[in-house]
């Protein structure tokens, strides 16, 4: 029963999940917020290294040669994700603040970590997996501070940055335009014409 059991629940899945835990009831405050982003830093060059010096030169250069991963990936990460958060946001009973938070996370690409992570736990190809979500994260492009997209009707602006990473970010929802204020009135009221 214990193996079975065991099976189930991947240790990595039960320490994550604790994380998320003990996070939630006990969140970084202060400096501590600090130091516990270092340690978070310094976890990521660990895993980065454990996993790197396992692998070949060969294995890298093959794993950046695989193409139709990389395809799908991005394809995932950049087309089908975003979609399903417009549609999940665009749903009648989904509250706007889940809604927000929803379609936030699913304009981000994945956590390096994550990716190499769940692959090397399903026996995956690890090489691909650290070439694909590097290349997916160095595409994006980091947004400078007072950068924002409007989705769905929601505002998301970067308000401060943490070095090269996004520290804070601000949803608001963006209200309706007001008909003097749309583009077709502004064009008439300027003597443009209609556009």
């Known amino acids: 029963m214990m193996r079975a059991l065991r099976s189930v629940l991947e240790p990595f899945i039960l320490a994550l999940l604790g994380t998320v835990v003990l996070a939630s009831l006990l969140p970084a ?108 994260n160095l595409i994006g492009r980091l947004p400078k501070v007072g950068e924002h997209v409007d989705a769905a009707g929601w505002r998301f602006e970067v308000v401060d940055l943490d070095g090269n990473r996004i520290d804070k970010v601000l949803a608001a929802a963006v209200p309706a335009a007001e008909p003097a204020d749309t583009p077709a009135a502004l064009a008439l009221r300027a003597g443009a014409g209609p556009i």
């Open 29 to 136: 405050r202060g400096n501590f917020a600090v130091w516990a982003g270092y340690a978070a830093d310094a976890g990521i060059v660990l895993l980065f290294f454990l996993h790197g010096a396992k692998l070949s030169r060969e294995a890298i250069w093959a794993g950046a040669r695989n193409w139709r991963l990389h395809l799908a990936v991005f394809a995932v990460t950049f087309m089908l994700f975003p979609l399903l958060g417009l549609g999940f946001a665009a749903l009648p009973f989904v509250p706007e603040v889940l809604a927000a938070g929803l379609l936030f996370l699913t304009l981000l690409p994945s956590t390096v970590q994550s990716s190499i992570a769940f692959t090397a736990i399903a026996r995956g190809n690890v090489a691909a997996a650290v070439c694909s979500a590097s290349f997916s």
